[in-house]
């Protein structure tokens, strides 16, 4: 069924001027002019076809018209102000769906998520595994983490990173070079290949070899002595980014997150 279009700014004068039967307590309220809400009446009354108020030598009257609709009226801004409510309090949810590569929600998200977690003990998170291109709409997605140059179409926040760093297990190991998609040294021989950065470290801390991944995704295992680093670590173009389209970015509970994760 085909809506009739409302004239809602005029609806909410005439309700005020309704209330106080003055055109200048409403433009009051309002914050506009008595001028601005004599306008509004006479362009409200012009798309309806009837008079709302009529002035009288005891001051401003409702008509009969106007009179019949202010019930109605004002049952639907209470319902308008539920509808608002009910839109805002997603952004106070307690729950958050979140999108990251595998090997950066296991070696990097979760503990964060814990951190946050034990802060805020109702807090709800769905992790969804997002190895390329995520579609925030079908997913019902909050905020993604990806591999990228940029937040790219969205909004976003860098990880803050040292780069690359090349890793090893503590004791030594073998004398090779382990590969996953998109390190730096994939093109040449490997004699372990695996499928993503964060298995690239378990296999450098078993001894596999030697493993350049990014720096965020090692920092856990470089702390707890798992690996050790095989020389500095080196500024790298790509990185880990925040990212949500705008509405999404916007809402409270995802910048919290973005302050909790970025901090």
Request: charged share 25%.
């Amino acid at each position: 069924m085909k809506r009739t279009h409302l004239p809602l700014n005029g609806l909410r004068v005439l309700d005020a001027a309704a209330r106080h039967l003055s055109f200048t307590r409403a433009a009051d309220e309002l914050a506009v002019t008595p001028a601005a809400v004599g306008q509004q009446i006479r362009a409200l009354e012009d798309t309806l076809g009837v008079v709302l108020f009529r002035r009288t030598t005891r001051g401003l009257e409702l008509t009969p018209e106007g009179e019949r609709g202010l019930i109605a009226l004002r049952d639907g801004f209470l319902q308008f102000e539920e509808a608002v409510r009910a839109m805002q309090a997603g952004q106070s949810s307690r729950s958050l769906t979140i999108a990251a590569p595998r090997d950066l929600t296991q070696k990097w998200l979760m503990p964060r998520l814990a951190e946050i977690a034990r802060a805020e003990p109702e807090q709800r998170f769905t992790l969804v595994a997002a190895e390329e291109g995520v579609d925030f709409a079908q997913a019902n997605l909050d905020l993604a983490i990806r591999w990228g140059e940029g937040p790219g179409e969205h909004e976003g926040e860098a990880l803050e990173s040292d780069g690359m760093v090349t890793v090893g297990a503590p004791g030594g190991g073998a004398d090779t070079r382990i590969s996953w998609p998109g390190c730096l040294n994939e093109e040449s021989v490997s004699l372990v290949t695996v499928a993503d950065a964060g298995l690239a470290i378990e296999a450098a801390a078993a001894g596999l070899g030697f493993a350049t991944v990014p720096e965020l995704l090692a920092r856990g295992d470089l702390s707890a002595g798992r690996v050790v680093p095989v020389g500095a670590p080196k500024p790298y173009s790509l990185g880990y980014w925040m990212v949500a389209p705008l509405p999404q970015w916007r809402q409270k509970k995802v910048r919290a997150l973005v302050d909790a994760l970025a901090a």
